[in-house]
């Protein structure tokens, strides 16, 4: 990887601040050793991110979300063991965002047991997933991690207009279709054969659920894409945005394609009335 004069003085000053930090807490001799350790990991977590160039922004990024600030990471290199200052995002154990393995550490609970507690929760109408993006934020922000980098809220209030404009419209259609194919059965089937639309009113029903089900979620994706995240992760979100836009899609057509092949077998079985 090339690092540039002006990227090693940015990771030389990085190092001065922790020095600083370190200063009235340890003997040279140490500190020397603390701060070379910790140069190798920054050097090497540049390396996983398989680039050959770096732009300077990404890597400001990189060590204020990677180690955090100066002085929670002279914390954690003086005190490896014991919880945090405060709750912080733990990239170096995560799974995903970290903030399962922050919790852990400020907390002091073994990290398998948060994780659990987000999954059951996650399966209560998505709450742990709710909760989980709340925190992420919460520290994301405050952490430092987006100095130097704006978050463009024209952009992501469009990402917003544009999943519930997509949502609404999926649902539209769908609800006018199914009022179209109960007009045609009441001016055409049920005329000859004295009967109602089967199951009509639990389509509405499951197609109305769907919606409100891709709506909190697509928002949660909607505004996750609208972010400028690291390595990409805003573009998954979008990605993940338009998945469930899809989802939507099949849901919704499987309840008209029901409600079609009733139509369809008392269309005929008025038409064998007449017949007969």
Not at 56 to 64: A, H, P
Not at 218 to 228: E, N, T
Request: a neutral charge; aromatic letters at 14%; hydrophobic letters at 50%.
């Amino acid at each position: 990887m090339v690092i540039t004069k002006k990227q090693e003085s940015i990771i030389n000053k990085y190092l001065t601040e922790v020095n600083t930090s370190l200063n009235s807490s340890t003997d040279i001799e140490n500190r020397q050793k603390i701060l070379l350790d910790l140069r190798t990991k920054i050097i090497s977590t540049l390396k996983k991110t398989g680039k050959n160039y770096i732009h300077d922004e990404e890597l400001c990024e990189i060590l204020y979300e990677e180690f955090g600030e100066p002085v929670i990471q002279a914390e954690k290199l003086l005190h490896p063991r014991e919880p945090a200052l405060k709750l912080t995002l733990d990239y170096e154990n995560r799974i995903w965002l970290g903030v399962c393995a922050g919790l852990s550490a400020r907390l002091q609970v073994p990290v398998l047991l948060i994780r659990l507690l987000f999954s059951i929760l996650g399966l209560c109408l998505g709450f742990g997933f709710i909760v989980y993006l709340s925190i992420y934020f919460y520290l994301y922000l405050s952490s430092g991690a987006y100095s130097g980098k704006k978050i463009h809220w024209g952009f992501l209030i469009y990402q917003l207009i544009l999943t519930l404009f997509l949502l609404g419209l999926v649902y539209g259609i769908a609800f006018f279709l199914l009022k179209g194919i109960e007009l045609l059965h009441r001016g055409w089937v049920s005329y000859y054969y004295k009967s109602s639309l089967a199951n009509v009113d639990d389509v509405y029903s499951f197609i109305f659920m769907s919606f409100l089900f891709y709506v909190w979620t697509g928002i949660l994706s909607a505004i996750m894409g609208g972010l400028p995240l690291r390595n990409d992760w805003d573009k998954t979100f979008r990605n993940i945005r338009d998945a469930q836009i899809a989802l939507l899609v099949i849901f919704e057509s499987a309840g008209i394609a029901w409600v079609v092949y009733h139509l369809i077998i008392e269309s005929i079985a008025a038409f064998r009335s007449i017949m007969i």
